[in-house]
């Protein structure tokens, strides 16, 4: 098996190990498409693992995330000194996080760059929450937050999107796409997060204030959808959504998340629609 193929097949694995969400409608998208955005998906899921790690201090944090914002500004990453960076760190940290240059190896020259900046400006901002320590005050932080964390996602994916086939989409739904999914995790996760000691929910917000955040995100989102044309991108955009809409109204009925029977169905539904 020849390197290229072997980075492949890892990448394969390590996507279906770290994305429930996004694997299954990456593995409909036809080549080249289904290797740029499962790279993409996985550099960014690097720093992501860097962010949410439990045994790392939030200074350690701050320092690897703008470290490695520093190195994808550069026009070639420098897989040295990434090794330097995180080889102190070897053994807590994931398989994912650690292989970040693979990952940026394995995305098409073409638009590599674009996934590097997205990455990066994901990264330090990352890094700039650690800081705060998570401590989102109001809207505008949450915002501020979800569009680092997810909302940059969605800017990626339109920029693969153009380079792919000239798929013009409008930039700031392409934000509320991943800021809606994003804030379904919120909601999904609040209890989890509670017990670990952070919350991402705004100073004095009820539960309702949060749904009715998602939900308007989630309308942005079905407004993206509307740019999208080529039948394979429509299909990854749609199911993650439609499985995020199902989660919500779950969450609504008081159940934790929907039953794997459900996502299968929502799947198969969308790809024979």
Same mark, same amino acid.
């Given at each position: 098996?020849?390197?290229?193929?072997?980075?492949?097949?890892?990448?394969?694995?390590?996507?279906?190990?770290?994305?429930?969400?996004?694997?299954?409608?990456?593995?409909?998208?036809?080549?080249?498409?289904?290797?740029?955005?499962? $790279? &993409?998906?996985? *550099?960014?899921?690097?720093?992501?693992?860097?962010?949410?790690?439990?045994?790392?201090?939030?200074?350690?944090?701050?320092?690897?995330?703008?470290?490695?914002?520093?190195?994808?500004?550069?026009?070639?990453?420098?897989?040295?000194?990434?090794?330097?960076?995180?080889?102190?760190?070897?053994?807590?940290?994931?398989?994912?996080?650690?292989?970040?240059? %693979?990952?940026?190896?394995? *995305?098409?020259?073409?638009?590599?760059?674009?996934?590097?900046?997205?990455?990066?400006?994901?990264?330090?901002?990352?890094?700039?929450?650690?800081?705060?320590?998570?401590?989102?005050?109001?809207?505008?932080?949450? %915002?501020?937050?979800?569009?680092?964390?997810?909302?940059?996602?969605?800017?990626?994916?339109?920029?693969?999107?153009?380079?792919?086939?000239?798929?013009?989409?409008?930039?700031?739904?392409?934000?509320?796409?991943?800021?809606?999914?994003?804030?379904?995790?919120?909601?999904?996760?609040?209890?989890?997060?509670?017990?670990?000691?952070? $919350?991402?929910?705004?100073?004095?917000?009820?539960?309702? %204030?949060?749904?009715?955040?998602?939900?308007?995100?989630?309308?942005? &989102?079905?407004e993206y959808l509307k740019d999208i044309n080529t039948r394979t991108i429509k299909l990854f955009c749609r199911i993650p959504l439609a499985l995020a809409k199902r989660t919500l109204k779950a969450l609504k009925e008081g159940r934790e998340k929907i039953s794997r029977n459900e996502v299968e169905t929502i799947v198969e539904d969308i790809k024979n629609d």
């Amino acid at each position: 098996m020849s390197e290229a193929k072997k980075l492949q097949k890892d990448a394969n694995n390590i996507l279906k190990q770290t994305s429930r969400t996004f694997y299954i409608p990456i593995t409909l998208l036809k080549s080249p498409l289904d290797q740029t955005v499962g $790279s &993409a998906y996985l *550099c960014m899921r690097a720093v992501d693992e860097i962010e949410d790690h439990e045994e790392l201090e939030s200074e350690t944090k701050q320092y690897l995330l703008r470290a490695i914002s520093e190195l994808l500004k550069r026009d070639t990453f420098d897989e040295e000194a990434f090794h330097e960076l995180v080889q102190p760190y070897e053994t807590i940290l994931p398989e994912v996080s650690l292989r970040l240059g %693979d990952w940026v190896r394995l *995305c098409p020259d073409g638009i590599a760059g674009k996934v590097k900046e997205s990455t990066g400006v994901m990264a330090s901002g990352m890094a700039d929450w650690a800081e705060k320590e998570w401590h989102i005050k109001n809207e505008n932080d949450l %915002d501020d937050y979800t569009y680092y964390v997810a909302g940059l996602v969605g800017v990626m994916l339109s920029d693969i999107w153009q380079w792919y086939d000239g798929t013009q989409t409008d930039r700031g739904l392409a934000i509320g796409y991943g800021r809606g999914l994003q804030a379904v995790n919120v909601l999904r996760n609040q209890d989890e997060d509670k017990e670990r000691g952070v $919350s991402f929910v705004p100073d004095g917000w009820t539960r309702d %204030d949060l749904f009715a955040y998602t939900e308007k995100n989630l309308t942005k &989102a079905d407004e993206y959808l509307k740019d999208i044309n080529t039948r394979t991108i429509k299909l990854f955009c749609r199911i993650p959504l439609a499985l995020a809409k199902r989660t919500l109204k779950a969450l609504k009925e008081g159940r934790e998340k929907i039953s794997r029977n459900e996502v299968e169905t929502i799947v198969e539904d969308i790809k024979n629609d």
